[in-house]
T-cell receptor, first 111, second 117 residues
Framework: QKEVEQNSGPLSVPEGAIASLNCTYSDRGSQSFFWYRQYSGKSPELIMSIYSNGDKEDGRFTAQLNKASQYVSLLIRDSQPSDSATYLCAVNRRNTDKLIFGTGTRLQVFP | GAGVSQTPSNKVTEKGKYVELRCDPISGHTALYWYRQSLGQGPEFLIYFQGTGAADDSGLPNDRFFAVRPEGSVSTLKIQRTERGDSAVYLC???????????????FGSGTQLSVL
């Protein structure tokens, strides 16, 4: 079992819709959770971080964390074609300083 | 500099050769990370430096891989006796502190595409 699992996609949504990206992790001791966006041929950039159970909103993005279910998700409201990218879930375990990344979910937003 | 700088951007080498990849982090960032990303995969952790010391090298795949950061700034990833399986994008990232402990943002460089023929 991979430490961080994501559906590789592609996830295709129409412009204006809500895109829902999901991630599960295996280490129950994980404490910090991140979503990175990576455009093709570019390096990852951080878009959201979440540390406690519940929702965290930033503009069109909402991160959701459920530690009991070991599940973290990212919702993108009013999806735009410019949101088309690979979204990487990353997890930081307790007492470590390394981020473990999932394989990423490719999102396609079509006009 | 304004961001994390990695050189070269592309490196083509032959199987069995030695390569060095350089990372120049954002000024003042004490934490430096090396990741490796193969096509269609997420970044795979290799090594983490806090200052000059390697705080966690558990991701280095074998003893052909070695990294240094002698003055706590620039880091060099060294790969001996390269193999075709080493072909990937090598990403460097830096942050002011630990991303887990302080909510510090991890800034990635644009990577070095290594191709071993």
């Amino acid at each position: 079992q991979k430490e961080v699992e994501q559906n590789s996609g592609p996830l295709s949504v129409p412009e204006g819709a809500i895109a829902s990206l999901n991630c599960t992790y295996s280490d129950r001791g994980s404490q910090s959770f991140f979503w990175y966006r990576q455009y093709s041929g570019k390096s990852p950039e951080l878009i959201m971080s979440i540390y406690s159970n519940g929702d965290k909103e930033d503009g069109r993005f909402t991160a959701q964390l459920n530690k009991a279910s070991q599940y973290v998700s990212l919702l993108i409201r009013d999806s735009q074609p410019s949101d088309s990218a690979t979204y990487l879930c990353a997890v930081n375990r307790r007492n470590t300083d390394k981020l473990i990344f999932g394989t990423g979910t490719r999102l396609q937003v079509f006009p | 500099g304004a961001g994390v700088s990695q050189t070269p951007s592309n490196k083509v080498t032959e199987k069995g050769k030695y390569v060095e990849l350089r990372c120049d982090p954002i000024s003042g960032h004490t934490a430096l990370y090396w990741y490796r990303q193969s096509l269609g995969q997420g970044p795979e952790f290799l090594i983490y430096f806090q200052g000059t010391g390697a705080a966690d090298d558990s991701g280095l795949p074998n003893d052909r891989f070695f990294a240094v950061r002698p003055e706590g700034s620039v880091s060099t990833l060294k790969i001996q006796r390269t193999e075709r399986g080493d072909s990937a994008v090598y990403l460097c990232a830096s942050s002011l502190g630990s991303p887990g402990a302080t909510n510090e943002k991890l800034f990635f460089g644009s990577g070095t595409q290594l191709s071993v023929l």
